[in-house]
């Protein structure tokens, strides 16, 4: 069991799991935002067993994000029930990451490329507590892997595109969750990174990470996924394997 | 002169440290909403004869939460929301103004008038300038997450929106220090301009709010010696002296670019 905080972030379940838990169930699921009269899905019925990789493929606005994003207690459910590892939504935060897009970051912002991984540790920190020796090593850990450690002093704002992609998932590892949550891992970046990110992604469904991603890009190489589904018209439905 | 000096320095310090974050935020029109905001609490406090400090703190702590909670909701934007709140306040502010003989007596709360510090308003000032560095040092990385990616704060349940609204109180207390010196029209300089200067050149947070704070600080102390030798306004001399500031450290980096 991971140490909990002293002062733990909101409603963390404290480190007490069900393990034989599906990492993922959804109960006749509908989601939607604020204001808008139709949903953006609806009758939404899965279960993903932990150490699946999936695959959530759709246009633009079929839902993909806002499926995650309910994983990620970011958006309320309409109705319905989503239990993760065995919780409800937002009571095991420190086994759930999220990598967001990459426009969802304030890139501005006047922070180094090792702080922001570092952020990565902060659920395991909790209030009030700042990251130590221990923390730092990982965090160096986990920018060497993503080749990163010779910019790490650097703002965020100086990184390309494709660099600042690695650093988010850099702090995705960090997080150390059992279930990841990628939202376009692959959203706009090179040949060079994009298979830096492949191998990363790969070596976490190795070791058995329940990841589930919202993509369409198939390029993550064969055998990646075990199951994918589509996303469009407010429904989902899964693929019949190639 | 050395009681104005010193409640300069700590309005200074206290709203240079949290204008690191409202400006970062984007939050500079909230800033100034405040420091128009607080003028129908001083008011009142003065017309009753109170410490207007908590007239315009009352003011200031009721502008923050009904901010915070009207855009919160989502029929109405952010900017909208202030711009209602702004513009309400400020002329309940001026309808009570009116209902005195003379303007006169306002010129302390709209200019400010440091030479009016009291002993007391010394004691309140640097009270709110520990509570702030306080809530700054407790929860910097709660805030600097919540600024960067409010999404991921919100993932491992950091409260974004409870980070938010704390910042809006913590500005709320900073900027009623800033009244008592500069006056209500121009509170607004003392949390946004050091920050703006510093943040041109900024690698961290933590360096932005150091540099905020020298800036301020150097602000107060020549506009304080400029006002006291030439007789100037001492709220318009630190806030130009804040505007100098700025400027310069823009050209410089616009120059080195």
Known sequence: MLPVPLFRYHATCGGHHTHDAPALVFTNVELGYAGADTPVLSGVNLSIDRGRSIALLGENGAGKSTLLKSVAGLLPLRDGKISVLGHGVGQCHHQVAYLPQHRDIDWGFPMSVRRFVLTGSYIH???FKRPGKKERVA??????KLQLASLADRRINELSGGQQQRLLVARTLLHGADLLLLDEPFNAIDTENRELIRTVLHALKAEGKTLVTATHDLEFGVGFFDARYCLGDGQLSKEAPA | MQRALLAGLLAGVNCAVIGVYIVQRRMSFFGGALSHTVLPGMVFAFLRGVDVFWGALGAALATALGVGWLSRRREVGEDAAIGVVLSGMFALGVLMMSQVNS????????????????????????????????AVALI??????????????????????RMRTLLLVITALSVVTAVRVVGALMATALLITPAAAALVWARSVRGAMLSAVIVSMLSVFVGLLVSYHYDWSSGAAIVLAATACFGVSWLVRVIQR
């Open chain 1, 139 to 144: 965090a160096n850990a986990m920018l060497e």
């Open chain 2, 140 to 161: 910097n990385k709660e805030l600097e997450l919540a600024s960067v990616d409010p999404e991921y704060a919100c993932v491992i349940g950091a409260r974004p929106n």
């Open chain 2, 103 to 134: 303007f006169r007596d306002f010129n302390a709360l709209l200019f400010g008038s440091v030479l009016g510090v009291a002993a007391q308003d010394l004691w309140l000032a640097g009270a709110v300038t520990i509570l702030v560095l306080l």
């Open chain 1, 125 to 127: 920190l909790g209030w």
